[in-house]
């Protein structure tokens, strides 16, 4: 049976997101912001989700270079599933 997560918890990472790339955040810094709301959450980490969120976010709503770079940046800071982000990329 697959635990279902609340959209509302997926809203808030596009919420963080968009933010910071109002404000034009540092990838580091929304890292962080990204995996502490995750963690609080109490989502896994890497997060399968959270590679098809951000995605799905660049490649339909969203393709700017600091979303690339946030893609990026979830990766190096293994938030995401590199293979998964690639896949989907690729796709």
Known sequence: MAVSVPTAL????????KRCQK???E???WAIQISGHLNMCGVSLPSVELA??????ICWDNNVP???KYLEQSIS?????PILVL???SA
């Open 10 to 17: 997926w809203d808030g990472v596009l919420d963080i997101t």
């Open 23 to 25: 404000k034009r955040e």
């Open 27 to 29: 990838p580091f810094l």
């Open 52 to 57: 098809h969120i951000l995605v799905f976010h």
């Open 66 to 68: 600091i979303a690339w």
């Open 77 to 81: 800071s293994k938030i995401a599933p």
């Open 87 to 89: 896949s989907l990329v």
